[in-house]
C-alpha cells in the first residue's frame, strides 16, 4: 500500500471563498491556542498536554466558549489538534536526540494555509465528467458541509481509494488535494534499459535516438514571464498598479509550474511504463552552472563566442528548471513499478565518443558529435549512451547490459 496525492484547482464563489477563508482563520486560531496551551504547561511545569485531552476541549470550545466553532466540521478541528500533536512529537523526539530544535511555531495568515477533513466526513465528492486521457480533463463538485458546494476541475484521474481531503490556499487560489491509497503494482520485468540526457535543447535525450522535445507553451511562457517581469520592474513601489503586476506574474509563474508538472507526470509515466533502468546524470554535479572557459582570437586577440551567453541564458531558462523534481517523479513511479533508477557522474558525457571512447571536444554551440571513428549523431544521444553506459558500470561494476536486457 502507498499513499498518493492528488492536487485539483478549486473554482469557487466570492461567497464560497470567504467561507473557506473564515474556516481556514478558525483552523489557525484553534492551531495557535493549541500550541500555546502545550508550550505554557511545558514552560511551566515541563510536561505535555496530551492530545486526547486537547480533543476533549475542543468539544468545550464549542458548547460553551466560542459557538461559532459549531460551524466547522468537527473533524477539521479534530485534525488541527493532530497537527499541533504531530509538531510536538517531532519537537520531544529531536529533543531526545539530544538536539535543540526550536519550539513549534505559531502561525501566521500567510503560512497557515491549509485544513484538512481526515476521512469521509463532512464532505462529497461528485464526479460530473471523468476525466479521460483522450477526451481531457473533467469535472468535479466538492460539496463540504457547512460551507457549500465548489467546482473541481479533474485534470488527471485519480487511482486508488480516497483517505483524506485537505483544501489549500495558494496566493488567490484555492485547491483541493486529494490522497489515495493505492496497492503498488509492480510492472512486468521490461528488457529495455535507457540512459537519459536532459537539457535545454530538448528536454531529453534518450540513448535509443529517441528524443523527447520541451512542449511548445513553455517557450511561449517564457516569453509571457519575461514581460510580466518587466510589467513588474517598470511599476512605481508602493504603488496599486505594480501591486496588480506583481499579482499578474504570479499567476504566470503558477500557470508555468502547474504545465510543467503535468508534463513531468505524463513523461516520467511514459520512461517508467517502458524502460527497466534508467539513468540519469547525477544533476548537483552537473556542470551547466559552471561557465565555459574565454576563448581568443590568436590572430586578432579578440574574443571569441564559447557558448557563454547560451549557458547563461540558459540557466535562467525555465526550460532547466524542474529538472531535480523530473528526476524525483521518475525515481517515485520506478520504485512503485520495480524498476531501477540510476544517477552517474556527468563528468566528460558531453565531450566523450560513445562509439569509441575518444574525447571530442565540442561547444555548447555544436550540436551534432562526429567522431574519426565513424561515429555520427545527436550530441545529446551521444550523451546519453554514455550516461547508460556509466550506469551500467555502476550498477555491476563491469561494462555491459545488466541481466535484464542480457
Ligand atoms: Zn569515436
Not at 504570479?250 to 503535468?262: E, I, L, P, S, Y
Not at 540558459?314 to 525515481?331: E, R
Not at 555520427?376 to 555491476?396: C, F, T, V
Request: a positive charge; hydrophobic letters at 35%.
Amino acid at each position: 500500500m502507498s499513499i498518493k496525492a492528488y492536487k485539483y484547482r478549486i473554482d469557487a464563489s466570492k461567497v464560497t471563498a470567504e467561507k473557506l477563508q473564515w474556516v481556514l482563520d478558525r483552523a489557525r486560531e484553534l492551531y495557535n491556542a493549541a500550541l500555546a496551551e502545550r508550550k505554557e504547561a511545558w514552560r511551566m511545569a515541563g510536561k505535555s498536554i496530551g492530545y486526547y485531552e486537547q480533543k476533549r476541549d475542543v468539544v468545550e470550545i464549542k458548547e460553551q466558549i466560542r459557538p461559532e466553532y459549531q460551524d466547522v466540521a468537527s473533524h477539521v478541528l479534530q485534525d488541527v489538534i493532530l497537527r499541533v500533536k504531530r509538531a510536538y512529537d517531532n519537537f520531544f523526539r529531536r529533543v531526545k536526540n539530544g538536539e535543540k530544535p526550536g519550539h513549534p511555531r505559531f502561525q501566521g495568515r500567510h503560512r497557515y494555509n491549509s485544513f484538512t477533513y481526515p476521512d469521509g466526513a463532512g464532505w462529497k465528492l461528485e464526479m460530473v465528467k471523468e476525466p479521460d486521457e483522450k477526451r481531457g480533463r473533467g469535472r468535479g463538485k466538492l460539496h463540504l458541509s457547512k460551507i457549500g458546494t465548489v467546482k473541481v476541475k479533474l485534470h488527471r484521474e485519480m487511482a486508488g481509494k480516497i483517505k483524506t481531503l485537505t483544501i489549500k490556499r495558494e496566493g488567490q487560489h484555492w485547491y483541493a488535494v486529494f490522497t489515495c491509497e493505492v496497492e503498488t503494482k509492480p510492472l512486468p520485468v521490461s528488457h529495455e534499459d535507457v540512459g537519459i540526457d536532459l537539457g535545454v535543447t530538448h528536454f531529453a535525450a534518450l540513448s535509443n535516438g529517441k528524443l523527447i522535445d520541451h512542449p511548445r507553451y513553455f517557450r511561449h511562457a517564457e516569453k509571457k514571464l519575461a514581460r510580466a517581469q518587466q510589467a513588474v520592474s517598470r511599476k512605481k513601489k508602493g504603488s496599486h498598479r505594480r501591486a496588480k503586476a506583481v499579482r499578474q506574474l504570479a499567476k504566470h509563474h503558477r500557470k508555468v509550474r502547474n504545465q510543467r508538472r503535468d508534463f513531468h507526470h505524463k513523461a516520467s509515466r511514459q520512461l517508467v511504463n517502458r524502460y527497466q533502468v534508467i539513468v540519469f546524470e547525477d544533476l548537483q554535479t552537473k556542470n551547466l552552472t559552471q561557465a565555459p572557459a574565454p576563448k581568443q582570437d590568436e590572430a586578432t586577440g579578440q574574443y571569441l563566442p564559447n557558448g557563454a551567453a547560451a549557458k547563461a541564458g540558459l540557466n535562467t531558462s525555465i526550460l532547466d528548471a524542474g529538472w531535480a523534481t523530473f528526476t524525483l517523479m521518475v525515481s517515485a513511479k520506478a520504485a512503485w513499478a520495480g524498476r531501477s533508477v540510476v544517477f552517474v557522474n556527468p563528468k566528460n558525457t558531453s565531450q566523450l565518443c560513445s562509439g569509441c571512447g575518444a574525447v571530442v571536444k565540442k561547444d555548447l554551440s555544436v550540436r551534432w558529435h562526429s567522431c574519426g571513428c565513424g561515429t555520427e549523431l545527436d550530441r545529446d544521444i551521444n550523451s546519453a549512451k554514455l550516461i547508460l553506459h556509466l550506469g551500467y558500470q555502476q550498477l555491476s561494476g563491469r561494462t555491459g547490459p545488466t541481466p535484464a536486457t542480457a
